[in-house]
DNA sequence: CCAAAACCTGAAGCTTTCTTCACATTGTGG
DNA sequence: CCACAATGTGAAGAAAGCTTCAGGTTTTGG
């Protein structure tokens, strides 16, 4: 499909020449049509680069509410743990992705989209951790933002350094160590 | 200065109206100086941009090693709440700046820049790590690489949601109880 | 007080980019 | 096979930005 296609080039042409070349031009010839067609289905480029976005975050979501419902009822440890993996591995299998999309929101009006994002996923971690076999909190919105918050930010300052494979599995392995060590403390 | 009149300017630009609208003329015109001042320092936009971001990093470096001078010797657990301490508030105290140069730099080749800033204050914290009275890591790189990715990140990721003052109160505190919990489970 | 250096000015050239629109091509239902 | 809708084309207009440079102003040091 033609929205694919540029979606797709954009993304490539973030990825080759970054936020400064990505221009309508440069989009439209690498997804092969011409500009004119860029046009139909986006009315300018910025909006082309938040639906991009917009189309990413809403995938992420989905990935993060699945493992949730999978993890209902489950003890937290093997909870967070699994939350990890899924934050991690949706961040890493295309690393080139997300990072060429970390830079393009950078210079979007993303408020709206980022609170829509963590509100809706804050709502599926918040349910899934009430959910804990284990679970006594005293407070447990204040513990899901402390967890989604350190996990998240994790895993994106995770990507700033270029971290060696061993790097990665060790800090992955700590940030868990960490989580549960966390909630032993929250939990009375 | 001029200079720091322009350094100031750029950052009001980027605050007001975003890097999209970061251009030679509007930031020559709130420093109020001409264009052609602001070519005489700085060959060209980006590396304006880049100057400001290698300004602020060093400033922030420079406060990470006092911390860590300071710190020396002394045990784990004030060490790190003062290393968590220092981070947040070295940031938080002109939240403004930091979310504009957050900004700024992602349109920007920074990985030299980030990784140089890496290298120095990761050298610094794990200097002073290794000379707490309690120290015993089994490994002592990989703690220290665990502990500044998790809190760094923690404290970007706060950026982005728009937290309550309550609410980052807490999640400070409960990133302090995770890096001690932490710290009791690595040291032998 | 003067000459040289340092610093500043801002209009104008050049380039680049976004966006439009009149027209061409392709697909579809009868 | 035809008429009509949907989709695609890309040259050109309009706007905006970066950078230069010839010349003005201020500072400095003797």
Redesign the pocket.
């Known amino acids: 499909m033609?929205v694919e296609a540029i979606f797709e080039a954009t993304i490539q042409v973030l990825l080759r020449d970054g936020m400064n070349?990505?221009?309508?031009?440069r989009v439209a010839e690498r997804a092969g049509?011409?500009?004119?067609?860029m046009?139909?289905y986006f009315p300018?480029?910025q909006a082309l680069v938040y639906a991009l976005n917009a189309r990413y975050l809403d995938a992420l979501a989905a990935r993060i509410e699945v493992t949730c419902q999978e993890q209902s009822g489950a003890p937290l440890g093997p909870m967070v743990e699994a939350l990890i993996e899924t934050y991690w591995t949706a961040k890493t299998e295309r690393a080139d992705i997300t990072q060429a999309l970390y830079r393009s929101v950078a210079e979007l009006n993303n408020d709206a989209l980022i609170h829509a994002f963590a509100d809706r996923v804050d709502r599926a971690t918040t349910e899934m951790f009430s959910s804990a076999s284990d679970a006594n909190f005293a407070d447990t919105s204040r513990t899901n933002l402390s967890l989604v918050t350190v996990i998240y930010g994790t895993v994106r300052n995770a990507f700033e350094r270029a971290l060696s494979e061993r790097e990665v599995t060790d800090l992955k392995q700590d940030l868990k160590t960490m989580c549960r060590a966390y909630l032993a403390n929250v939990t009375v």
Chains 1, 2 share one sequence.
């Open positions: 033609t070349a990505l221009t309508t031009t049509v011409s500009v004119g067609t046009y139909q300018n480029k």
